[in-house]
């Protein structure tokens, strides 16, 4: 059908619009009468119950039924293509057959996510992205977001419990049994995730931290290393009147469980992915090594039975060889025991598992010694196979990995990811409006000319989006694109600086709060102190605004012009992209004889933040009006950034300078009254601010004359190494002052 024609749909669609506009009597239809009057009754008294907790009358509780995407039928979204449009999802199922009680925390559970949930305004879609860090932050935030209804709610609590006894124990089993299916084993970072769901529910019990004793040792240790990071983030989360408050608060409190599972948890928890990624890499080398067969015909027994390649083959001794070629034979009688039959030969006369698909080895089963082997065999395969295999593994483990996102109730429905798909989506429907209309046809048109009609429109419109979707596209995201490992680098060696020293604080002396001060209450006893006097309790502090704040000051003179200013704008992303990711309140500004503001403190890192950013390179060869380029006003420029930089309420503030160092006074900023030299020196001595000069590029030598923290004729790619040194010494120099 043309696109045109979807604007005159026939009688027929009319028809099917008709039938889809009330979903929610189509549901319902799927029950008899009494099962109906019982789910509308329930679901009335439960809307009122998510209107009270999740602050918002008008959000919509809707019914649902269990699907694919999302096996609960529970949830709390977003409508892809409105932010405002939020809902919660009941399953119908649910209303009709489970107890009250059940019911009413399941309300509560998605109603406390609407409340406090906010991680798509604070996530980086850079680490939601990794793979494994968007399980670990639905592991922490379920937690978290019962911890604030049953505190806000007391008299959930016992719904909760009789909720979570057999639950999650049932959603464990579903899941591994789900990843033996599908990937051939139970990956080491699901174990971990269930593990801190476990681990809290013994926490709301009063049980002491108990770990199975068939946990693998790897998951164990890392549990181990980061169960008390994250009992620490699932008690970051609002009061009942700090949520009243607004968004901010809510905000910072989801801002701070964030920081905590992404600087303190992740770390470790990232080894265990990596280790299942390596696991995946085996499987889709066997995958391969039974399709290699499959097209000789196979080998072995002559009766399709396939064995190891010969390269791989020539790896085992005899007794590995046979364990793998059993654990084949395991898996094809299984895979043709799970195909369902409809009297119909296969091709060939015989039944085949998936026609000719490879089938998913159970790698647990193997031997660790046979595992290896294998692992070995597959780092001694060229470059371009080994990253193949990684690609399809890392694929593979995504697609695992949302799976297991869905199917955990309190899932992160509204994440950077959705928030992203809602921009495309934008984005989708403006192209659409921009198509062009084709003219109507007429009745004697043949089919090739309705066919080469509609190639015609479908063009474009595929013209229409991608101008849409790449409209923001310029210097900025040529930039960035070529710069992205340095940015990665250079991330982690500032996030080792920064958060080191960023301390997220717990205050005790109180006679309530979310956790004890077990040093302090055995001070207490000795001292004999009833439980009902004790002042043990411990409670966060209130998030505050970040530790840091920082101004990337960019010199945009006409003496930056050529390689310099092509070194030192690359600079600028880089450091841009790494201050935003650190969540390091920034502000962005270039100069000449004025000032360029490109990125406020306070404002998010915004497409439209990178394309002003994309104009600074042309800015030093601009000499119109006032002849702006020509001047190079470092000592007013610098005096401003830092009157600005010391307005900001941050305990510790950084101002990096990006220029060739000479100062070429203009008219309004004279050098008798903005001296470089004077002012660089009267911020150090003066203020608790860092200043740092950078000269990105050669001939930017000058710089060192100015500014005694700073680093000279760098390349951007130098940039890892040389600015985590001069910023540690920056601060030790400020500490020793």
């Not at 199917?407 to 992203?420: I, S």
């Not at 439209?608 to 007013?636: C, F, Q």
Request: glycine fraction near 6%; charge should be negative; charged fraction near 30%.
């Amino acid at each position: 059908m043309a696109i045109a024609e979807l604007e005159r749909p026939d009688i027929r669609l009319q028809g099917i619009f008709r039938r889809d506009r009330d979903p929610q009597t189509q549901i319902l239809s799927q029950f008899d009468p009494e099962q109906q009057r019982l789910i509308r009754h329930r679901q009335q008294i439960l809307s009122s119950l998510a209107y009270f907790i999740g602050k918002d009358f008008k959000i919509p509780v809707r019914l649902g039924l269990p699907s694919e995407q999302n096996p609960s039928g529970w949830e709390y979204g977003v409508d892809t293509r409105n932010l405002s449009d939020r809902y919660i999802q009941m399953n119908a199922h649910d209303l009709a057959t489970l107890p009250m009680e059940r019911l009413r925390f399941r309300t509560c559970h998605e109603a406390g996510h609407a409340r406090i949930t906010t991680h798509a305004e604070v996530v980086s879609m850079d680490d939601w992205n990794q793979p494994g860090f968007s399980y670990l932050m639905n592991c922490i935030e379920d937690p978290r977001a019962n911890n604030f209804v049953t505190e806000a709610y007391p008299r959930i609590r016992s719904d909760m419990v009789a909720e979570y006894q057999s639950l999650r124990e049932e959603e464990e089993q579903a899941a591994s049994q789900k990843a033996q299916e599908e990937l051939g084993y139970k990956p080491k970072f699901m174990q971990a995730g269930f593990e801190y769901i476990k681990q809290w529910f013994r926490e709301v019990k009063g049980e002491a931290q108990e770990l199975p004793q068939d946990l693998p040792d790897d998951v164990r240790a890392v549990v181990e290393t980061t169960l008390e990071s994250a009992k620490d983030s699932w008690l970051r989360y609002p009061s009942k009147q700090e949520a009243d408050k607004g968004s901010t608060l809510i905000n910072r409190y989801a801002q701070v469980s964030y920081e905590i599972n992404r600087d303190e948890i992740w770390p470790e928890f990232r080894k265990l992915v990596e280790e299942d990624l390596k696991d995946q890499q085996t499987q889709e080398a066997l995958k391969d090594m039974q399709q290699s067969q499959q097209g000789e015909g196979g080998e072995g027994s002559g009766e399709g039975a396939l064995s190891p390649s010969q390269g791989l083959k020539s790896t085992l001794n005899e007794q590995e060889q046979q364990e793998l070629e059993a654990a084949i034979d395991k898996a094809m009688q299984q895979a043709q025991s799970d195909q369902p039959t409809d009297g119909q030969p296969q091709p060939g006369g015989e039944q085949t598992a998936g026609a000719g698909k490879p089938v998913i080895i159970d790698l647990d089963s193997l031997s660790p010694f046979l595992k290896q082997k294998i692992k070995d065999y597959i780092d001694s395969l060229p470059e371009d196979v080994k990253k193949e295999l990684a690609k399809r593994a890392q694929a593979a483990l995504a697609e695992f990995e949302e799976g297991l996102n869905e199917a955990l109730e309190g899932k992160l429905t509204d994440n950077p990811k959705k928030k992203a798909e809602r921009a495309k989506q934008k984005a989708l429907d403006e192209a659409a409006t921009t198509v062009p209309a084709m003219p109507p046809s007429s009745n004697d048109e043949d089919q090739s000319e309705i066919e080469a009609r509609e190639a015609f429109q479908r063009k474009q419109f595929q013209e229409s989006v991608e101008k849409v979707l790449h409209k923001d596209d310029g210097p900025y995201e040529e930039a960035r694109a070529e710069v992205l490992p340095i940015i990665d680098e250079l991330e982690a060696e500032l996030r080792e600086i920064f958060i080191q020293r960023r301390a997220h604080r717990w205050k005790s002396g109180y006679k309530s709060g979310k956790r004890v001060d077990i040093k302090k209450r055995i001070q207490e006893k000795a001292k004999e102190v009833p439980v009902v006097e004790s002042k043990a309790w411990q409670r966060p502090e209130q998030p505050q605004e970040k530790d840091y704040a920082a101004t990337l000051l960019v010199d945009l003179s006409g003496s930056m012009q050529g390689e310099k200013i092509d070194q030192t704008f690359k600079a600028a992303v880089v450091l841009a992209e790494v201050l935003n990711r650190l969540s390091i309140k920034t502000e962005i500004l270039g100069f000449n004889d004025r000032l360029y503001e490109y990125q406020r403190f306070g404002e998010d890192m915004s497409q439209e933040v990178r394309a002003k950013m994309g104009t600074m390179p042309k800015e030093v060869y601009d000499s119109s009006d006032t002849g702006k380029a020509r001047w190079n006003d470092d000592g007013w420029a610098v005096e401003q950034a830092s009157e600005r930089l010391a307005r900001q309420i941050e305990s510790e503030k950084f101002l990096l300078v990006l220029s060739d160092g000479e100062p070429i006074e203009s008219p309004m900023h004279p050098a008798k009254d903005y001296d470089l030299k004077k002012i660089v020196q009267r911020i150090m001595r003066e203020s608790p601010q860092k200043l740092i000069g950078l000269g990105i590029g050669p001939g930017t030598g000058h710089v060192e004359n100015y500014y005694p923290n700073s680093v000279a004729n760098i390349r951007v790619n130098q940039l890892p190494a040389v600015l985590s040194k001069v910023i540690l010494e920056a601060i030790e120099n400020y500490d020793s002052f």
